[in-house]
């Protein structure tokens, strides 16, 4: 299947056509863990367009191999009903393994890929990013998600944790679509307005965490999002960004208000895993399947899931008032198909 795109169609493309969240779905796989469950995986991708999401991030660092990650972006752009968007990611370890990823996800026509650089790539300049950048951006004709983030080891660089003359100079490839910017620690806000400012020329700029969706509608004109594990909160996050769209702030703050203590949960659960520089993606999965998602356990190494985590992240989504059926966590183990 071809790109729905060329490549010199890709910057406009963003700005008129991405409206929207796009949050993340991880592999699911059989009991014994020796291949991928692809019924569930459908499930979990045809669940997040039933919620109103615009697409979804097909996940990798979840415990599948290359040639696995590949049979999950088929699995998961075959199950993709309408115009519902499929986004590669591009985390492996090495570039070569991101651009066999990319290939297979140009072959189903995939909308874009979330960028990520290997364990490896350690630059001593900002310009060294931009090329590295550039590298892969001349090798994949998909729509790129740039990820300025801390993550990556290059606050050495730059005290925001990504250096902003190399943001200023990935967003000015041809290819680069948005800008995934997670930089500045406490000063996260001054540092989005700088990266704002600098860079929403070329690509479209915003921080993917739902909590500050209706911040920046208001003060940034966001209409785009991703990606992020915004399935925690089942479809609310999708109806904040719809009523603060049409201008309805009162609206959209009062269903953000209805997640706060679901949010306050998932940030305290957060909060007990500082310095992993990994994301708890089985509390990721745990928090998806409590509104109906497979749920089901990650190939080790992955951090462990605990009871009394279930418990307070459980807790919390109940007094959101979400409805959940399953009363006990015994079938999160195995998942729902």
């Known amino acids: 299947m071809a790109l729905p795109y060329k490549r010199s169609e890709i910057k406009e493309r963003a700005r008129s056509e991405w409206r929207g969240l796009t949050n993340v779905t991880m592999p699911s ?12 995986i459908a499930h979990d991708v045809r669940l ?3 919620h109103g999401y615009w697409g979804t991030l097909v996940a990798s660092e979840s415990g599948t191999t290359l040639e696995e990650y590949k049979r999950f972006l088929e699995v998961a752009a075959d199950a993709a009903p309408g115009d519902f968007k499929i986004v590669a990611h591009l985390s492996f370890s090495t570039v070569e393994e991101e651009l066999e990823a990319a290939a297979a996800a140009e072959g189903v026509g995939a909308e874009a890929a979330l960028l990520s650089y290997p364990p490896s790539f350690r630059p001593r300049t900002a310009d060294d990013i931009v090329e590295h950048t550039r590298y892969v951006a001349d090798r994949t004709d998909l729509a790129l998600i740039l990820f300025g983030v801390p993550t990556w080891g290059f606050k050495p660089l730059h005290p925001a944790g990504f250096p902003m003359d190399a943001l200023e100079g990935m967003a000015r490839l041809e290819t680069a679509a948005a800008l995934k910017y997670e930089g500045g620690g406490g000063a996260v806000f001054s540092a989005l307005d700088e990266v704002f400012h600098r860079c929403s020329d070329d690509v479209l700029v915003y921080h993917p ?4 969706i209706p911040a920046l509608v208001r003060n940034y004109g966001t209409q785009w999002l991703g990606t992020s594990g915004y399935e925690a909160l089942r479809d609310r996050p999708v109806k904040v960004l719809e009523a ?5 702030f009162e609206g959209a703050m009062e269903i953000f208000w209805s997640c706060q203590p679901a949010r306050e949960a998932k940030g305290a659960f957060h909060a007990t895993f500082p310095g992993a520089n990994l994301i708890h993606r089985v509390g990721w999965k745990y928090l998806a399947w409590l509104h109906g998602y497979n749920g089901g356990l990650l190939r080790m190494p992955q951090m462990r899931l605990n009871p009394g985590q279930m418990k307070g992240l459980r807790a919390g989504i109940e007094a959101s008032g979400f409805a959940v059926a399953d009363k006990d966590d015994s079938g999160f183990y195995t998942g729902r198909n």
């Open 29 to 40: 796989f059989s009991e014994d863990f020796s291949r991928l469950n692809e019924a569930a």
């Open 209 to 212: 965490y739902e909590l500050h």
């Open 48 to 50: 997040a367009a039933e």
């Open 244 to 248: 603060a769209g049409a201008g309805d």
